[in-house]
């Protein structure tokens, strides 16, 4: 009888662990293959990121809230948003020392999570293949 109840028991916990482990809370942390902003996502293409395409869409999400034009000067007096500017922080190495929370510079964006690495990547690719204008 004991031996009954115990093999019950153990039937009952197998079974138990099954229906937890197949809930629908488990399909909402997989990566979104299609967002880059998606941590998870391994799928990361960063050739030939061209800087209206690639670039700008991060900036827009990220950086212009504190430095676009419509904030005046933008904070710090930094503005990201035209490519003249972004250029002279791109060249001289700026542009990724903050993005990467590199020792030496300030964290971007302030008081917020670091970037995907897929988007510091792409804005990488983007100044390593010459911070081109397209």
């Not at 229906?19 to 809370?25: G, N, P, T, Y």
């Not at 990566?31 to 902003?37: F, H, K, L, S």
């Not at 008081?111 to 792409?122: E, P």
Request: proline letters at 5%.
């Amino acid at each position: 009888m004991k031996k009954n109840i115990l093999l019950s028991f153990i039937a009952m916990l197998i079974c138990g662990i099954f229906v937890i482990s197949c809930s629908k809370k488990s399909e909402d942390t997989l990566p979104d293959p299609n967002d880059p902003n998606d941590p998870g996502n391994t799928q990361c293409d960063t050739t030939n990121r061209k800087y209206a395409a690639d670039v700008v869409p991060i900036l827009q999400a990220n950086c212009y809230g504190c430095h676009g034009s419509s904030t005046n000067t933008g904070s710090g007096g930094i503005v990201l948003d035209n490519y003249d500017n972004l250029k002279a922080k791109a060249s001289s190495g700026t542009l990724i020392g903050v993005l990467t929370h590199a020792a030496g510079f300030p964290q971007m964006p302030k008081d917020a999570a670091k970037l995907s690495d897929c988007n510091i990547n792409t804005i990488r690719s983007w100044i390593n293949n010459g911070i081109q204008n397209n």
